[in-house]
């Protein structure tokens, strides 16, 4: 060093007569030594200036390493020799500045893991990394079981606190070098490099599984989360990314629909049935849409008299082939998806245009619609009855609501508070498929029940030789009785049954001992209207 301007000794700390005679390498970190050298060999050898980045020391005490832009331009005396002249300026600040705006822009907020752009890149990374080296890459896909429960039962407070819990669980289940993403929502990702047998990726899956399923506490609540797990590997699965991406989505899909808290690895034969349901997913969303998903009025009857007392609304399907499905066909598709809200609207508003139509002829008889208990806690759903009771208050004795034995047992607050909100308006509430589920006596103490369906199961067993059977039915009736619960049993479907039910004292029934489900135009008819 030959000579400093007055800026340097502000800077580094040091006066001229500390560096002059030393090494200009001293100026610098050790990081940055290589770096350094590197710059002086490509001026000796190659460019008359150079320009990088350098971590530079400092004199003063307690201070870190700073980042500088170094520019070195190398002088030409005439003589043959040269000096070098170094521009220095600190630019941590524009550093520490630039790496917020990578924070922002490759990590997610919530949880500190990689969101899916950092994702995006660090895939396409691997994937030609392991395209090059002939290397396996194996894709995890994770998504969290019935994530919408915890944000609608206790708000999104608790499932930001439940996301960042899961992404610090994740990062312990893995090796520091597995790249660990959240794409968005509940869904997460992890990127495992090199090959692995399927054991040690199930090893992995299966730890994930234990982490995930330890109790969660969230603030005053203890939650259980479960999560499912798709696996998928380059080559074996997919030769692109895109293709491997869909693989583990959809080997999710298989953990999913063999029963939640699982893993699979992808399968192209179950993909088969995966893409049926993915087609069964559109046709049910196009029949939706165009109304195509019709509602069909089975009566229920006075044994005694045979005189016809209410209807309950079922669903059926016409397909574009004239083919009439039965629920089975297309609920179990859209039982948790937004389409069976939609649905749950769409079918309120047609049974109260028909009840006024009805009443138009001079029938007003009620119509009972069965809602699930995704569906009663959807606040459209509870919206849309609201606005009936409002606007059509005529209408609300003769709306009645079914819910089924399960979702009692399911024990939600936000569906047994909708429930009440219901019966506060005026709309009686039948519990259907009794017996079938594990409802307690207690939870039928908590909800204003006009009436308990009792399932054609226990209906069909009056058929049946076991005499432990019928007790069972004879007991649910007893049961029923003392606790002043009006009685409709389904699933009538001969004179045997019918009597043997009018014994016991039941006298409401339906089935098809009386009729199936009719199509509105048939209805008046059948009334002898």
Known sequence: ILSVNPSFTHFFGLSLSEVKGKDDGFLYHDQSKGIHLEALNKLIYEVDQVEDRMSCISAFEGKSPIICSVNIVMIHDGEGAHKFLHFIEDITQQVSAEDNMKEVAFKDPLTGLSNRYSFNMKFKTLFLEAQRLGEQLTLFFIDLDKFKFINDEYGHEYGDLLLIHVAERLKKSCKGYDFIARLGGDEFVILIQNDKSKVSLELIAKRILFELSKP??????????????????YPDDAMSKKDLLHAADSAMYMAKHSGRNDFSFYNHEVQKITNLHDRRIKEIEDAVVNDSIQLYFQPIHDMVTGEVLAFEALSRYLDDQGECHLPSYFLPYIAEDPLIYKLGVNQIREIKRYLKILKHHGVQLP???????????????I??????????PDIIRLLKIEVTETMLFENNNIAIKNLNRLTALGYSLLLDDFGTGHSSI???????????KIDKVFVNEINATNEKEGSFLNAIIAMMKNLNIKIICEGVESQQQKDYLLQRGCKIGQGFYYSEALPRNKVLKYLGV
């Not at 119509?367 to 759903?381: A, E």
């Open 216 to 233: 969660f506490l969230l603030k005053d609540v203890n939650y259980h989360c479960t999560c499912s797990i798709g696996i998928a590997q």
């Open 383 to 392: 919206n849309q009855l609201e606005m009936v009771a409002k606007t059509s």
């Open 442 to 452: 207690y939870s039928l103490k908590k909800i204003d029940f006009e009436a308990v």
């Open 367 to 381: 119509i009972s619609m069965n809602l699930s208990s995704y569906q009663i806690k959807s606040d459209l759903i």
